[in-house]
């Protein structure tokens, strides 16, 4: 059944993992668990690595997007990184274009994304 | 309905009735599209598909069935995927299938995004009887 992801912390940001197949429940948790861990934490960032996921659909692609502006009104940057090929591909025809998300490659750049906005404040966009 | 040519290696059955129940539909979806060929895009494309339909069966639908068979014609192989409800119908396909839009909490992308994700895709409903999508893709 549904489970908790662990949400690591790494300096001032957290950082969560998606494994390929998630149910809606453990999806659904995770978004409730980072708005908790960001304001506990006093978190200035947030990666969320979709390395493992083989798909994003619509519910999980809306939940990036949620947790982003959640995040945004804690005063944390979403940073999604990772993302496959073949899921950007499906994404862009399934017609979610993630507005409102930043992404990264890999882990690396997505810290460097979020280390650029906490010594220039707030980032462009 | 898409039929020449049915592989006889026989259909596989997929209960939806939980949410656990759309993360396994996702896997069987996964291995009949490895098996059958399909291009990592392609597979990735027919899963993400699946995922819609099936979450909409249970959401929508109130649960069924996700009927899954790997198909055959003119040499080239695919799967073919029929998610069966009996669940409220749905009165107006053409709004339906308009992306945005969305009876439910969802995005309104479901149907519409699974569209365009495969190749063939048979939208069957009756209001108060119930809803039957079929889906195939090809491997290329």
Redo the contacts between chains.
């Keep these: ?2 489970e908790r992801l662990p949400i690591l912390r790494i300096g001032g940001n957290l950082l969560v993992s998606i494994q390929a ?5 453990t999806v659904m948790n995770l978004q409730e668990d980072l708005a908790e861990h960001v304001v506990r934490h006093g978190a200035r960032g947030v990666i969320i690595d979709i390395t493992a996921a ?6 999980v ?2 939940m990036l997007s949620t947790i982003a502006s959640i995040s945004r009104l804690l005063d944390a940057e979403t940073v999604v990184v990772g993302m ?4 950007a ?2 994404l862009v ?4 274009s993630l507005g409102g998300v930043r992404t990264a490659l890999n882990l690396e750049q997505g810290l460097a994304i979020l280390a650029e906005r906490s010594s220039a404040g707030p980032a462009a966009r | 309905m898409t039929s020449p040519g049915l592989d006889p290696e026989g259909t596989r059955i997929q209960l939806i009735a939980t949410s656990d129940d759309v993360v396994r539909a996702r896997q069987l979806v996964r291995t009949l599209a490895v098996g059958c060929g399909l291009s990592l895009v392609d597979q990735t494309k027919l899963v993400t598909a699946a995922s819609e339909l099936a979450r909409n069966t249970l959401s929508y639908g109130g649960g069924g069935t996700m009927s899954a068979l790997p198909v055959e014609r003119n040499g080239r192989r695919g799967v073919r995927l029929s998610f069966t409800d009996e669940g409220p119908g749905i009165p107006d396909i053409d709004l339906a299938l308009r992306d945005g839009w969305s009876s439910g909490s969802g995005m309104g992308l479901g149907l519409s995004g699974a569209r365009r994700l495969v190749d063939e895709f048979e939208l069957r409903t009756v209001v108060d009887e119930g809803t039957t999508v079929t889906v195939v893709k090809w491997s290329r």
Excluded: K, W, Y
Aim: net charge negative; glycine share 8%; proline share 4%.
């Design positions: 059944m549904s197949d998630l149910d809606d429940q083989e798909i994003v659909d619509s519910f692609g809306r496959r090929p073949a899921v591909i499906t025809e399934l017609g979610l």
